[in-house]
Structures are given as C-alpha cells and as structure tokens.
C-alpha cells in the first residue's frame, strides 16, 4: 500500500440515483487519462493546459466515440489538491447506469480503483494532513450531532496536532541536552538545569492528563451522553421519560414494577445527542423478570455519564431512605453526576429539601405530569455538557490517542521519579525518549504500515 504510485478512481457520493454523483480520480495520468475521454464544449480546450482549481464543461465519449454524459471536469493540480497529486472530479448525472460506465470506462484506461480511505491516506504520505486530521476527517464524515461536528473541525484543523507537536519539540529539545550531557559526562557539563527539567516535566503531565481526562467527554459527545433515570417503584420515572422524548414509549400505571427492563430514548439539545433510559425500580423483589429489570438498572448506571434519580415529594417520610440512597450512589460514583429531582410537585404542599439539596449539586422540585419544571432539568443537563465542552481547549475523541496518550503520560512520570531519585540522565533520557515516540503515533510522525493499514481500512471508499 506504501508503494503504490497508481492513478485510482472512486465514486465520491452514495451510489444510487440523485441528481448529480461526483467521480474523483488522483494521480499521475488523471488529468491526461481524462483529457483523452473529454469532449469539451469550446472546440480546441485541452484539460493539460488548464490552471488549477478550474472547472469545464464537456461531455465524456467511449471509444466508439458515443457521447457517454454531459459532465463537469474540475481540475486540481498537484501540490494544491486534496492528495497532494494531480486531480479530477468528474461531475455527472446521478444515475447508477451512468456512475458504472464512467468507472468501468476509466479502469479500461488503466486506472485502479481506490482502496476504502486512499485518498487521505496520499493526502497523509504527501503532508497535507498528519494521521491525527485524518482520523479526524473520518469522524467528521460520521458526525451525527453538531458537538462531534465541531469538535471534529477542531482536529481537522489541527488543534490537537499543535499542542502535540509543541510537546514534542520540547521533549526533543530536552532529550538532545541530556544525549549532549553524555557526551561531555568527563568534564561535567550541565546544559539543562534540573529545575527547569523538573518544571518541564510537570507542565507535560498537567497537559497529558488534561487531554486523557477529555476523553470521558469526547466519546460521549462522539457516541451520545447516556442519561439514566433510577429511583424506586412509583416515583413517576416514566412519566419523566415520556415527556422528555415526547412519546408514550414507557408504559405507565399505578401497579408497582411496570417497567421492567430499559427503554431507550433520544434528543438532541443544542447540538448534543442524549441518550435517556427508563429502568425497572430499584426494590427487592422475589419476581424473578422484575429481579432481571433492577440487574439491568444497575448495568445501565454503571455505563451512563449522568444518574437522575427521581423520588416521590409528597412521600417526606422517605427522606431519610433517599439521602441514603444518594449518598450510596456517590459513594460508588464519584465521577458521575448525580441530579435528585423530587415529582409529584402537584401532589404535595411539603418543599423542604434542604437535607437531599445539600448532599446534591443538582435539584429539582418538578410535576412531570404537567410538565413543571421538566424543561429547566434538560436546560441544566445540556448546560453542563456545553459549559465543559467550552473548558476544554482540546477534545479527544480516538481511543487510539487516548490509549497512546496514557502510554505517554507513563514515561514521564517515570522519568520524573528517576530525575527525582537522582538516577543517571541516561535512564531519564530514555523515558523521555520513548514519551517522544508515543506522542509521534498520534501524529503519524511514527508510525508502522500496520497502525495505517487498520486506520485508512475503516474509511469510506472516495475518501
């Protein structure tokens, strides 16, 4: 795949009928292999002679000279394409009979078709993206929801290639004083202080957790934020749920244990997707199908980011139990959060919470038979995504990143534990050493075939 110095060819839009479908070719012999197909409509253009970034109008001819499709041939020229290769987009009438034929008329010309992701992967071998981007072009393709969108752009755009390349010149800059050191360890040279080693080294590991703990919420902004409603049998939990995703999904009667297993529901607030789950109440019971309805509950509170539990307001009694059960659940949780919403608001005249408030950051007084309230606990919910989305200055979305990232944060903090035991700069420019090298795969600057391989695989083909 490394090798390979082909002109290849790929439809760029679904296959199907539509109105228009794009062709892409990139290569060496595109643009002459199309010149030689192409009837342009001003008699006497050739293709060879156009400048970059131009557009045509013509028709493609087979070689009995029939008149294939009236079709726009835009040029791009290399170094200033997408690949980094010469170009064309070939612009046709969106029938599947016509997308066939202008494939089938080009590979007879000698062109290859394209391997799924191709034309990044050259776009990535010629330097107009570093493995990061691209990666990060992929999930744009796959974006569902205007927060992936963004954050997507932002890596396209080559955000988190800055801040690593930045560490890594660091690094490197660092680990070539320590090689120099050794060189000159006879005379006692020391051309970096061990204070400002030490500095440097801390500011890398602030920076490296940074970018590890922005995973939880890049991938679920990338996946949606699973939001799961628990509380006992009762309470009004699918009541809630209905009115949240605006449909009779849940089923809702007086009989305690209605819900037994997990209803799923979808909305998207402001751009980011929320993933709500109705669950079985949590209680005791000898049922054994309601038993495997609170077993799943609990299965789905481990998986989701945000718990809110909803308990009955006119049943104060019961406030003891509750704060038990919140406190028990930010014992296990600690890095979830937590809402206690208190229903039923239209059932009670008591409104003295301050007990559960004080032991939650989010409460809410709310009727979700009549919608009271309901929409200030999703205005809070999205808030809160979209707060931390703004706090972090970059957003890790690539399990492969956060996985290296990890790796890298490893090293450095044993090479922090070695300088501080003061062991030989030797071993400290080894750690540091190998942080550099995992730092460079999540660039690309290295890498192995395999790593690009299982990467490009995963794209669509004409991208």
Known sequence: ??????????????????????????????????????????????????STHTIHLGYLIEEDKNLLDQVLISIFRSPFSYTGENMIEISCHGSYYIQQKILQLLIRKGIRLARPGEFTFRAFLNKKVDLSQAEAIAE???????????????????????????LRKKLLDFASLLELELDFSEENVIFVSRSELFSFLQELEDTLK??????????????????VIIGETNVGKSTFFNQVIQENRSIISHIEGTTRDCVEGEIVLNGILFHFFDTAGIRKTLDPIE???????????????????????????????????????????????????????????????????????????????????????????????IERLKEKNIVVTQSRHYETLKLSLREVLLAYDALKKGLSEDLVSIYIKEALRYLGEITGEVTSEDIL???????????
């Not at 744009?140 to 930045?166: D, F, M, P, V, W």
């Not at 391989?453 to 991208?463: L, Q, R, W």
């Open 291 to 385: 038993t495997m309805g609170v077993e799943k509950t609990m299965n789905k509170i481990e998986e989701s980011q945000v718990i809110l539990y909803i308990f009955d307001s006119s049943k104060r009694k019961k406030q003891k139990k509750i704060i038990s059960d919140i406190q028990k659940i930010k014992k296990k949780y600690p890095l979830k959060d937590i809402f206690a919403i208190a229903n039923k608001s239209d059932l009670s005249y008591f409104h003295d919470f301050d007990n559960i408030k004080s032991k939650v950051s989010y409460f809410f007084e709310i009727s979700s038979k009549n919608r009271h309230e309901v929409k200030k606990v999703l205005d809070t919910l999205n808030h809160l995504f």
């Open 453 to 463: 391989k299982n990467i490009f695989s995963k794209f669509c083909i004409g991208k």
């Open 140 to 166: 744009l393709i796959l974006s569902e929801n205007k927060a992936y969108h963004e954050i997507s752009l932002q890596q396209i755009k080559g955000k988190l290639s800055k801040t690593i390349n930045n």
């Open 210 to 227: 940074d970018l590890i703990e922005s995973f939880s919420l890049g991938n679920a902004i990338k996946k949606g934020v699973d939001v």
């Open 1 to 50: 795949m490394l090798e390979d110095e082909d002109t290849i060819v790929a439809l760029a839009t679904p296959i199907g009928a539509s109105a228009i479908s794009v062709i892409r070719l990139s290569g060496k012999t595109s643009i002459s292999t199309v010149e030689n197909i192409f009837l342009p409509i001003k008699p006497g253009k050739k293709l060879k002679n156009q």
